[in-house]
């Protein structure tokens, strides 16, 4: 009992200053979390068809391999004016295209295809959270070949091409 005692204790400064070398030095998972944020430019749209219908909001933003956004007010704002515009048309449909590049591939996604539909889907939930119907939210995706994404999503409003049902077919 006397020998177990000290190997004991030796043994645990061991594992913890072998765990701080693994997660800190090898990992790099210590210190302060590097979210260097771009700037963010204020070229974020809505565009239906060739007419402007939101414009001047900033960008969302994305950290690398992230598929959640963190918000600025301009982009808040943004969310808000256009949940209210999809309330005052109620027969337009919207078009979210996330992008992701081609580094970020293999990101962990969640249950999504990629990145860019996982980002897709982060705004149409913010929507949701609006008050809009998801089922006037269509996700889209594309893959980019490039150093920086810019323009993580992009919005787009088009009419509605399926018919709105008004009675339960079931029920018929």
Known sequence: MRI??????????????????????????CGERETTETVRTATLVLTEGDKVVLEGFEQFFFPPDSIRPI???????????????????????????????????????????????????????????????????TLHNMALERDSLLEPVRFLIRKSTVPLLISDPKND
């Open 71 to 137: 918000l600025s007010e301009e982009n808040k704002r943004f969310l808000d004016e256009l949940a209210s515009f999809l309330a005052q048309h109620p027969t337009k449909q919207l078009l979210i295209t996330g992008f992701y590049l081609q580094s970020e591939s293999s990101a962990p996604s969640g249950f999504f295809e990629n990145p860019g539909h996982a980002r897709a889907a982060q705004i149409g939930m913010q929507l949701e959270d609006r008050g809009i119907d998801p089922h006037r939210v």
């Open 4 to 29: 177990f005692i000290p190997g004991f204790l030796f043994f645990l400064v061991y594992a913890l200053l072998g765990r701080w070398y693994f997660v800190c030095e090898v990992r790099h998972h």
